[in-house]
């Protein structure tokens, strides 16, 4: 599967509660890690193979009453992007054969021989 980055923006007055909201984001199934981030520390981000997302935000709503769901966006591994690169470095450029011309000419023998088959 993608991994994917969701970002919850949740109301969250105190640490106590972001303390619960970062257990509810965990106990998630296929997150592999939770942030707090915002400058007020009012955002969730969320990093996972196959979470979905709209669950995890009704589970926060359930919890906190205010919880929505900002972005969700695929996370490119920087490996993958490299290999790719370097196959494409690595993949000779092949040109198309250029058509060579010939070019006949007539000659007209000026002693016809005198030889005819019918």
């Known amino acids: 599967m993608v991994q994917q980055k969701i970002v919850i ?3 969250m007055p105190c640490d106590k509660c972001r303390t619960k909201a970062l257990k509810i984001a965990a106990a998630a199934h296929g997150v592999i890690s939770v942030a707090l981030h915002g400058a007020e520390k009012d955002k969730l981000m969320i990093v996972g193979d196959g979470v979905d997302a709209v669950c995890l935000t009704s589970s926060l709503r359930k ?3 205010h919880a929505s769901l900002e972005t969700v966006e695929e996370v490119k591994d920087k490996k993958v ?3 790719k690169k370097d196959e494409d470095k690595k993949t000779p450029i092949v040109c198309c054969p250029q058509p060579q011309l010939e070019f006949f000419t007539v000659v007209h023998d000026p002693y016809p021989s005198p030889c005819t088959i019918l």
Request: proline share 0%; with cysteine.
């Open 9 to 11: 923006q949740v109301s």
């Open 81 to 83: 992007e490299d290999q």
């Open 63 to 65: 919890k906190f009453c």
